[in-house]
């Protein structure tokens, strides 16, 4: 079951960025339109949600994870730009 989600969020994941034409970087820095969806989770793996005086904020939101998330899933980028993960 766990690889039926895997290989589905990741064939999503692709076809997106096939649609928009678009690519991300790969582990070796390429552009590449059909990464692994173990690339994108460990990129995600360092972005973390700090609660400083009752002020959510999130730490290691780049640009370029930003980029990808426009690529997943709307849930996805409710995940981590909900209003109450607000960038501050």
């Known amino acids: 079951m766990c690889l039926l989600v ?3 969020g ?3 994941l692709r076809k997106t960025l096939e649609r928009t034409n678009s690519e991300v970087k790969n582990q070796l820095g ?3 339109n ?3 969806l173990r690339w994108i989770f460990q990129w995600f793996e360092v972005v973390y949600l ?3 005086n009752q002020w959510p904020k999130l730490v290691n939101l780049t640009e370029e994870r930003s980029l990808i998330l426009e690529f997943l899933p709307s849930s996805c980028q409710k995940y981590h730009l909900g209003t109450n993960n607000n960038k501050r």
């Open 6 to 8: 895997y290989n589905l």
């Open 10 to 12: 990741q064939r999503e």
């Open 30 to 32: 390429k552009l590449t």
């Open 34 to 36: 059909i990464p692994t």
């Open 50 to 52: 700090l609660i400083i």
